[in-house]
Every structure is written in C-alpha cells, then in structure tokens.
C-alpha cells in the first residue's frame, strides 16, 4: 500500500481516495480576499444553487486570481434546455425588421390600431373630385323619389318635435324663466311680488321687496316704475318712479324715488332706499294700518340688476337714504281761514267754495289782454251778492247807471208831453 505523504491534502468521495500534493480543495461561498493561493486551488461552493459552482485560482498571489467553475453546457450547443445554458443576458434587445424572425415597431403598430379604429375610406376609394355629374347619372336607373322622416318624438312624417316642446337650455323674459312648457302672464315677466300682510301689528313698519344692485367699476344705470296696487279697499295704489346712477367715482350713487301717481296721500313717503353697500341698495315699504297686503310689478330697462322679495318681515325702523316724494308737496293746499289766497279751489261739504280776491274770464282763447271780464272784490266789508232767481242779466255798475239815465229820460219826455 503507497505511504501518503504527510503534507498532502485528501479530497474525500465515496469511492477512492484521492490525494493532491501542490493543490488544496476548500468548501467556501465566495471568492477569498486575503491569504496565498496556487494556481490550481479550487474552492466549492456547495450551497449555490444556480450554474456557478464554484471558483479556480488561475495565477498565484495573495489572494491570486480566479475564475468561475460553471455548471452546464455552453449557449451555443442547441440541444440543452434553455435553464441549463450559463452566461446568457437577463434581456435581449429585439431584432427590428418586417420578417418572420424579427420584430414590428411598436410605435408602427399604434398608430396601425387607431387608424382601424377610426372611420375612414379605402386608400382606393373614388373621390367626389374623380367623378362627374354626369357620370353618377349615367350610372342610375329607375326614379329617384323623395320621402319625409318623421321628427324626434313625432308619430307622423312633419310631425312637431317633443324636443321642441320644452327648451334645453331654459332662458328668461324679464324676470319670468320660459322653457317652453308653460304661457307666462305679462306680471310675471314684469316681475310682481306680494308684501307680507300676516300681522295685526304691522302698522308703520317696515318691509323690504327689492334690492337694486349699480355697483361694479363701471357707470350703472337701472331706472324705471314700480306699480303699487293694494289688496284692500282701504289702502294705497300708485306709480313710483325710480333711479339709480353709479356715480364717477364708483363710490356715491345718485337715488331717485318719485311718485307719479298716488291715490292716497298719506303714503307719500312709505318707499324708503337703505344703502347696504357701494351701487347696492334695498327697498322698503311701510304700510299705514295692520293686515295691509300691496302687490307690487315692477318695470326696468335692467332687469338683472333687480331682485324682488316676497313676504318678508316686517322691522320697527331703518336707516334710509332717500325716501319716495310727490311733485306736489302732499296735502295739496286749500284756501281756508287767514290764508285764502293760495291752492286749488275746492267745494266743502257745505257747497261753499273759496276762491281768492277776483276770477278773470277770457272771451277767446287767443287773445292776450289781461282779462276780457274780471269779478272782482272791492268792498272793504263783507257783502253779498244775489243772483237773478229767474231768467236775467248780471250787469256791471256803469251798465246799470247807463240803463237808469235812460229811464229817466224816458220818463223826463213822458211827463213833458
């Protein structure tokens, strides 16, 4: 039996043992970085679980160099299955072309599927451009008829649309919304709005029915009338101009709130206008006895800068800025006792008229005298003045005295005779 040497290293199998006397074989799962190795080491690795076993020192050093043990066959024998082959690349770049063994741009066949998606014509498809008038008849035959497709909705050809009936895109007539569905009355378009009448306490209070908004960075202009009517009997009915001008400095606004007709003067100054911001104001109204209810229509070259109120509630007090007035300061002045000589004439209960100190007549509307005949009050008491109460003449004095100088001549040639 050969003696081993004593500085020899044993590799251990299961059958026959072997010996190395210049090269060692260690277990190990990396390369080494420091101590001397001979080329011709080998280190195994025997917990890789992948095509690298282990490694072989080709150079001696500290710690040499080395090269990998592969397990398997190389890529370039076909026969082997593709996990054994060793060295080849995670990815491959594919090969560009139009053949059975390369690929088609991606970017090709985009725009390839969005185009079959996408209506379009035959690339031989016949333009209008190619073909006359007159060839597409000399290819017709038979008669062309004409027909009527019934319209949407219509049970009949020429049929009114229900698409027709209703807009989709509902629009406003003043301040009334139309779609089409529906007539709208004229006090709706001119926009009409109810006081609150649903207190016994209500009297000398205040409520407000619109806001009128100028305000912005430009001139603003929203006039027109407000039409009062009033539920009851016993209350007012009137025509309320108004007019609200943004000023030149944005800022101030000029307010306007005249009546142009009332039938009840007490309500004179029952329209307030409560500045709320720059352009910005709310309108009042105060009704002068309990359960008062006013119907109220407004008409305006701005529609849209006006917004009404209905019922709303009632305040003890406001601030207003303006307030609605007459033309003719209300009451309108009467004569009466200690100052007769102003207003408009009247007849009392009694029958009785003031009028002031003489009335003139004018025989002819063109003429321009002063008076044709004046009846005037000379005398420095009082005195009365009675009419013929039968058919007769009211003369002036120097007519009387004329007509008795002539009787008395008359008279003088009489008794003469």
């Known amino acids: 039996m050969a003696t081993i040497p004593s500085n020899a290293n044993k590799l251990v199998s299961t059958k026959d043992n072997n010996y190395f006397l210049e090269n060692k074989i260690t277990l190990g799962e990396e390369i080494p970085t420091t101590g001397t190795y001979k080329m011709g080491d080998i280190i195994i690795n025997p917990w890789s679980v992948g095509a690298e076993i282990g490694w072989i020192c080709t150079d001696n050093g500290e710690p040499g160099e080395w090269a990998q043990i592969i397990n398997g066959k190389p890529d370039t024998d076909v026969n082997i299955p593709w996990k054994n082959v060793y060295q080849k690349p995670s990815t491959y770049a594919p090969i560009i072309g139009n053949t059975e063994t390369t ?12 185009h079959s998606q996408a209506a379009h014509a035959p690339v031989n498809a016949q333009k209008n451009s190619d073909i006359t008038k007159a060839e597409i008849e000399a290819k017709l035959t038979g008669v062309i008829t004409t027909h009527t497709h019934n319209y949407a909705g219509s049970s009949t050809a020429g049929g009114a649309a229900t698409s027709a009936n209703k807009l989709s895109n509902s629009k406003k007539i003043g301040f009334a919304s139309f779609d089409g569905t529906t007539d709208i009355p004229v006090h709706l378009i001119l926009g009409e709005i109810n006081t609150s009448s649903s207190g016994s306490t209500n009297k000398n209070k205040w409520t ?11 001139y603003k202009t929203c006039t027109g009338k407000f039409m009062l009517d009033a ?10 101009f108004f007019y609200f001008r943004l000023l030149n400095n944005k800022t101030d606004t000029n307010v306007i709130l005249r009546w142009l007709a009332l039938d009840n003067d007490a309500y004179a100054n029952s329209i307030a206008a409560v500045k709320k911001s720059a352009g910005v104001y709310d309108l009042y109204f105060k009704p002068l006895s309990d359960w008062n209810t006013m119907h109220i229509t407004t008409y305006s070259n701005k529609s849209e800068y006006i917004t009404l109120y209905s019922q709303q509630e009632f305040v003890a007090s406001i601030t207003p800025e303006t307030t609605s007035t007459f033309p003719v300061s209300l009451p309108i002045p009467i004569p009466e006792s200690g100052s007769y000589w102003k207003g408009f004439a009247k007849v009392n209960t009694d029958g009785v008229t003031e009028v002031g100190k003489y009335i003139d007549f004018h ?12 009846l005037q009050c000379d005398a420095t008491g009082p005195c009365t003045v009675k009419l013929p109460s039968t058919s007769g003449t009211l003369a002036r004095t120097e007519d009387i005295t004329s007509a008795i100088g002539n009787i008395n001549t008359i008279l003088s040639d009489i008794v003469g005779s």
């Open 363 to 374: 025989n002819t509307n063109t003429e321009t005298t002063d008076y044709s005949i004046r």
């Open 231 to 240: 539920a009851e009997t016993y209350n007012c009915s009137g025509i309320l």
């Open 208 to 218: 407000k029915f619109a806001t009128i908004n100028v305000s912005g960075t430009s």
């Open 103 to 114: 690929a088609f741009r991606g970017d090709y066949g985009e725009i390839a599927y969005e």
